[in-house]
Structures are given as C-alpha cells and as structure tokens.
C-alpha cells in the first residue's frame, strides 16, 4: 500500500523531472540499462557523475580565476562537461555547458562568468533533486518495470 | 535488448560457436568515467565483451598485450593523454581493427576528421545502445575485405580456412559467404592452429620482441640467409620455449621483408633483382610466380629468374604450414597478371603457407614469410597470413599485411612493412625483389631498423606499381639490393639507414592513396619503443585474426566461452584471452582462479582488465586447459613475466605472446 503510494510518488517526481526540462531522452536510456545484474544502476551512474564533474567544476573554477582566461582550455573543460552532462541525460546543465562554449569560442570572458554561474545552479538544482528521488526509489523497493526486457 | 536473439550456449566442450555478433570483443576508451561507465553497461546488454580502457595509453598496452584479444574499439575523441585520433591511427597501424570514434562534439570538421583518420564509424554522445547494437557491422565489413583480399590473393590459408569454414557449423546471422568464411576462418584458426602447425597443439603465439628478432638476425646471418633454415637458427638461437615452427614462419616474413626491402629501392623495373629468397621457404611457387610475373614483365632478367628460381627452390624447409592450396590460390592469382605459374608445383612443399612471399609482389619482404610464418603457427594466425598474404599479393590491403605479428626488430618490421605493401604492387613489379638473406640483407636489416614501425605495413596503395612502392621507399636500397647479390637469388635490399624516409614516403604515399592513415600513425609511433614495433607487428596480424574469432572457437575467449556455458549472457566482460592471459602464471588449471574476478576496473594510471567472469569457471578450465596445455613450456617462461600484472607493458609485450585463444 505504502509502497504503491511511494512508487506513484516516484513516477510523479520523476516525471516532474522531465516536463520541467531538467532531465531527458538520455536519462529514460540509463534507465532502461538497469536491470537485475545493476539494480541500481542509475544512480550509481549519478553518483559517479557529480562526484567526477565536481572536480571539474573546481578546474573550470580555477581556469576562470585566470587573468587572461585562457579560453581554450575552457573550451575543452567544457566539453568535458558537456560530454559528461549529456550523458546522464541533465538537459539543463547540458545546455548552459553549450551556452559558455559559444562565450568561450566567442572569447567573451564576461558571459563566460556568467553562464557558469548559472550552470552551477542548475548543476546543483539537479543534484539535490536526483537525490531526492533517488532516496524515494529506496524506499519505494525495486520497481519491476526497471527490468525492461532485453 | 541484447542482440543475440538466442544465445547459444556453448559448452567449452562443444564448437558451437555463439550467436554472433554476441561476443564480439569491444574495447572501450574513454575518460570520462561516468561515460565509461554506461558504455559498458550498454555493451554488455548487447551480449559484447567489454573491456574498458580510461587512458589512451593503457588502451594500446592491453590491445598489444592481448593481441587478437579484441574486435573492435570505441574510443573518445577527446582524451587526455592522447588524442582520440592519434589513437585511432596507432591501433589502425598496429592492429588494424575497426575504430569507432564517439564525442559529444558532432561538428562536421571533427566527424571529417575521424574519416580520414580511418575511423570506421562516429558516434555522438550521449551513445544511444541502439547505435551499438549495430557496431558489429564493421568487424564483419572488415573481415569480409579481408577474406577478399586474401582470396584474391590466393591465399592459402584462406582457402584452406574456408574449407574448413563451410564445414563447420556456423549459424551467424551476419553476412554469409565471406564473412562466414573468415570468421570461421577465425574460428578454426583458433581451433585448429594445429593444422597450421604439425603439431595438434596450439601454439602460443610468439611475440617476437626486438631482442628475439636480433637473436634471430644474428642467427640467420651466421647461417647465411641461403643457407639458414629453421631449424639451424632456432639451434643458433637457443631460445627456451621457441618452436621450429615459429622460426620458420618468422623466417619467412624475414625473407619476405628482405625481399621487399630490396624492392622497394627498386621502382619498378628493377626489381628483378632481388628473389625472394625467403620464397623457398613459401613455396617456390610464389616465387616462381613472381618470377615468372616479373619476366612476363620483361623486368626480370631471365638470369635472374633463374637465380630465383633457385633460390627459392632452395629452402626446402617447411614452413607453417601453408595449406597447399593456398599456392594454388595464388597461382591463381598470379595467373591473371601473369599467367605463367610453374614454380608452385616444386616447391609447394615448401610453402609454409609463405604464400606471403609472392604475395608481396616481387617485394622483397624477407617478412613476409616469417610473419606468415608466424601468423600461421599462431592461431588465427592464419586469417592474418591470409591478410598479409593477401596484401602482398597486391591485394588491396596493405594494412592486412602489416598486421603480420612480427615484433621483429624495427628494421625488419620496416621492411616487412614495406614488404607487404610492396606486395600491392602488381605482381609485375618486383614480385621477386625478395632480398636473400646475404650481407646485404643483413645491411637492410640494419638499416631498417627504424622505420619498420608496424612491420609489414601493407602497401600502401593497391593500385599503384612498384613504382609507387619505391618512391616511399626511396629507393635507397642500394643498387644491389636489387639484383641479386652474390648469393643466388638473393638480394638483399638494404636501405641504408633511409628507412625512415621510406617510412615517411610510405606514409605518404598512403596518404595520397587514399591508404591507410595508421601508415602515418606508424611513422609517428616510430619513435616509440622496439617492442612497440615488433610486437605490432605481430599485434596487427593477430588481431586481424583475433577478431574473426568472435563466435567462440572452440576456445574461443575463455571468458566467452565460460558465460556461454552458463548459459548467462554474456556479461562477462572478459576479455577471455586477457583473462586468460593475466592468469597465465597461474597455469592452465587456475583458469578458474584466474577467471574469478578479475575485475579491476580501469583505473587513470593503470591498465586493468576488467573482467567479469559471471561464469562458472569450471568450463573455463576445461576449456583453458584444452588449449593451453601445450604451451606450458613456453608459456611458463612467458608467464613469468606477466605473472599477475597486466598493467606491466614493456616486459610483458615483448615477449608475451599468448596464443590465447581468441
């Protein structure tokens, strides 16, 4: 019973991720990988993903601290970034990563600034939410749909 | 979602070979760890091997190491230790697998990019797994090339494998007709060394490291390259472990090499001069068809012809065994540049399945049949002497013939290189150019030290004559390389410390041709390490080999082997013959030890095999026990050096050489 109004819950939050842009396609993709062998696998996946962005966060950091910024460098953290964000399917931090990519190449250290700015709020934003709904998934037990046919 | 509609379980014990493309053997690079990570998972719900690589260096040490251990690669573009592309020509150059680039970036310049940098195929990120599902393609398109060239080429080994093939009960879904043909060509070469070999034991595959090829040099020098025949050199060399068989194939691509260093100084019209001396050991058939091209082409001599004839009719010493056929596959093919075969018929006993050595076309490439020597005792062996053959032959595919595993000393894999692109050329050309193994082979030797970078890369372009081939080579070779020295026959192409120009031309030319982008890779990689060279030699005939071997052979990849026999899927991410390699110190029995989890994920810093044996191991160890059982002696000395660690490179390259059954 419990569980059923968790798991409701889950589909909720998690669809709520979706309309409101902070997740895709390529987060639904990770999901369908989970299966029996990798009960976990989404978020072990997350996990691994913010706790390897973080240091890139730091570099990115770092590199903006530069006087002159060093845009090229940027550029390739970014696209690290970008790379890394993409691929767990976080839509907005994805796009501010392509947004500072058009400053750098634009060489405007200005929107650069900025555009990080906002690409770690929603990097946070996402953080607290997946692991929110990460903690729900827990308590809701496994779900059988999340073993998806082969 | 797994590929494999029905997996086939296969018991070790049992040949029934995995559905393919389940089991194909990915390496995946990448170092972004979250990427990595969800690759992996995505192949293995594809039923593939995964093995997963964070650094780019440690990516090529475990495709060295494990030669034939892989079918194919994904790597990232971006990397930061090596760039994705600079990868992508090594592994192409060493390899020769199929390299599938994938970025988050999907901008027309960096998609160019990886085209002609020989990537098979471009991947945006994030990967979807539909888009892996299908990467099987590309192994299959390649082999089936290959399996062209090589028939093309006559290649015996190919006919015979073929044979050998249809027999067999192989039930994949993918092409038929060539690809069915080389993969299990693949199949039985791993299954079947021995008939490759006389014995009906696999043979490990012997990685001829710099120092061994020098042994091996020296060996053939004190002998005198007329005079040099196996056995006398593995007495010279005295190599524990070391079997007539794989001097004699190593002798063979020597001479092929040689001859196709000689062939090379000579642009065209000079290659009369140098015979393949290494042709005896190949079967005069080659030889004499290259003769006998080379006559028809008014370019040899007919004193030369003669000497040639000679000479290689001289070695009687046979080699691995190149099935017969395969001369007759290349009279064949011979016959329609010129249709005068005779020799074959003397000497096919000969062949060791040299066929390479006429395969080179008048290129002296001593290599050659000593890399088709040893590719064939190999297991799987045989599908890269095909290749290399097939090269040779003036097939289209240098690179094939690059991928002859000899590890030999840079020179001789130079020269093999340029033996096996030589081998492009029309079989007008210097077919005979085959430099003996007299002085001045040993001079070419020498000198060639460097540039053979890959060994035996394979001509560069198909179509062009000798005279392409020499302009690489720049025909430094001294004059006499050309025509025959002193000895009968043979002449030894020696240029002179111009190796690296050739390399470069080679390059280039290749470039020009449209060839190959590794070739330029290898001028790059040139500078690395000897064992580099020599082992990719050897690294690119196997895993050309190697890959075809994806249903399981009968042994196939322990590790696929032993998920097959669960019946689990094949999550295992085994690569079965790293698997089976690390444990190799652990001896054939241990493969159930050895199977447990090896599962060092791959770490910055660290080459780690992950290996995932879900499977039972008991099968594995029937099923290692099977296979390596012979190889104990050497594979003791061998393991010794690799006992445990994966991660060590130099070493253990150079002188790994594990027949895993891939």
Known sequence: ?150 | MSTASSSSVRKPSESVPLQFPAGLRVLVVDDDPTCLMILEKMLRICRYEVTKCSRAEDALSVLRRYKNGFDIVLSDVHMPDMDGFKLLECIGLEMDLPVIMMSVDDGKNVVMKGVTHGACDYLIKPVRIEALKNIWQHVVRKRKNEWKDLEQSGVEDVDRQQKANEEADYSSSANEGSWRNSKRRKEDIDDAEERDDSSTLKKPRVVWSVELHQQFVGAVNQLGIEKAVPKKILELMNVPGLTRENVASHLQKYRLYLRRVSGMTLQQSNLNNTFMSAQEAFGSTLNGLDLQTLAAAGQLQPQSLATLQAAGFGRSTAKSGMPMPLVDQRNHFFSFENPKLRFSDGQQPHLNGSKPMNLLHGIPTTMEPKQLANLQQHSAQSHGNMTMQASAQGGQTSSQLMQTPQPQARSQILNECTATSVTRLPPTIQQSILPNGTAGSVLARNEFTTNSRGGGYNLISPASTMSNFPMNQTAELPGNSFPLQSTPGVSSIVPKGRFPDEVNSISDIKGSEGFVPSYDMFRDLHPQKPDWDLQHVGVTFDASQGSLDIPTAAFGHQGYASSQQNGHNRHTSTVGKAMFLLEEGSDNGNAQSMGQQLNPLFDDGSVRVKMERASETSSQTDLFSEHFGQEEDLMSALLKQQQGSIATAESELEWFHHNTPV
């Open chain 1, 1 to 150: 019973m419990e569980k059923t109004q968790l798991r409701r819950q889950l589909a909720n939050i998690r669809q709520s991720l979706f309309d409101q842009g902070f997740l895709d396609e390529q987060f639904v993709q990770l999901e369908e990988l989970q299966d029996d062998a990798n009960p976990n696998f989404v978020e072990e996946i997350v996990t691994l993903y913010y706790r390897d962005s973080s240091r890139l966060i730091v570099s990115i950091e770092q590199a903006l601290q530069k006087s002159p910024l060093d845009f090229n460098k940027l550029d390739a953290l970014m696209h690290q970034f970008k790379g890394s964000s993409s691929s767990i399917g976080a839509k907005k931090v994805k796009a501010e990563c392509t947004q500072l990519r058009e400053y750098c190449r634009a060489g405007s250290g200005e929107g650069c600034l900025r555009t990080f700015q906002q690409l770690k709020k929603e990097y946070t934003t996402l953080r607290k939410k997946l692991e929110a709904y990460f903690q729900l998934a827990r308590q809701a037990g496994p779900i059988d749909s999340a073993c998806r046919p082969k």
